[in-house]
């Protein structure tokens, strides 16, 4: 409740400020200055400020603030205190590198369940997770309290599947496919769109050179 | 010149309505109104209409937008009406699953070039495209007039790979690595930051329910 008046905009600058934290809490840095992070997340040192300025006291002028003090602030502020459970569905090359990647649980969130519809797939383990029959997936992600399914499939099956997991009251998905077209209006998907994320490169990577 | 007015917010809102523009397109429609683009770009469709009217006139009341022209309008503003070059770096699971996502020559990127440094992927093909030895980026990437690269190397190798392309004048990185620690500030890297997004699912979707 006492987070209410935070704004939106800091909200959303939560997340790479939580990012950078866990890369300098993993390299073992206590104390960190607003234009130390300024540089990493590439946002203004007086906004930094500004923004920490809403939940208390972590700063010491001319010192900086306290690393994992501020990381179990901004986790506790976006929930993230606990792990969030997490299904990936598909286990192509994408859902490969993502079973495959190690930093989640420093990050707030634990691949709980694989799924795959190959049968030459379903029963063989990847990093440790076993990839179980899609078929299973309604029992298996209400029996684990899934939060976020990841949906790693080919792009002409990702509206079928998120479809068929909102139906057992999934809303929130992250996709790798570039469309979000027909999907139901109650669930929220983000899409990992590479093509978009080259586009702003390249426009802004433009606009300097004009500079 | 004259698209210099346009405000950040309106340019930062034309990558999605460009994606979805594609998407559209590839699936043969020719008019698209205000409020189905903001059922799928997640987007105020009065905010769509103030920010379309800032590039002339594109919509007819009651009709919609003439989805050829308005993409083909976008794609001048954001300079993406040529090709942009892109070479990929580590050919791992990540590097594999870019090399075989077909749809970016219809979002006007082409993926040119790929480097990897195991002797035993040197010389093969994904896709088509030829996997180079690393020794051989500078050369490669010169004659080719690369604008992007997209870096999909084990986290603890992406710093120095980045720092070895910005020398070769590359200053656009697209990262599939957690952390932007350690990088040279003159160039422009955009992390596809997994955790991060799935942080601001959990969010926004607890926000959802609380209300």
Chains 1, 2 share one sequence.
Not at 23 to 40: D, T
Not at 127 to 144: F, H, P, S
Request: with cysteine.
């Amino acid at each position: 409740m006492r987070f209410k008046t935070i704004p939106d905009e800091t909200i959303s600058r939560l997340f790479p400020y939580m990012r950078a934290l866990v890369c300098l809490n993993e390299k073992g840095a206590e104390i960190v200055s607003s234009n130390r992070l300024s540089k990493i997340c590439m946002i203004n040192s007086a906004i930094i400020r500004k923004d920490f300025s809403y939940f208390g006291e972590f700063g010491k002028r001319g010192v900086g603030y306290n690393v994992p003090e501020l990381l179990a602030k901004i986790r506790k502020i976006l929930k993230l205190e606990e792990y969030k459970k997490v299904a990936l569905i598909g286990t192509g090359n994408i859902g490969r590198a993502i079973l495959s990647y190690n930093y989640f649980p420093s990050e707030g969130f634990k691949i709980v369940l694989a799924f795959d519809k190959d049968v030459n797939k379903i029963g063989s383990e990847i990093n440790g997770i076993r990839i179980n029959d899609i078929q299973n997936a309604q029992r298996m992600i209400l029996d684990q309290n899934v939060e976020i399914c990841i949906v790693a499939t080919p792009v002409d099956e990702t509206s079928k599947v998120i479809n068929m997991l909102s139906e057992f009251g999934i809303d929130a998905f992250l996709s790798f496919s570039p469309c979000r077209l027909n999907l139901p209006d109650n669930v929220k998907v983000t899409c990992m769109d590479l093509s978009t994320e080259l586009a702003k490169l390249a426009y802004y990577s433009n606009k300097e050179i004009e500079n």
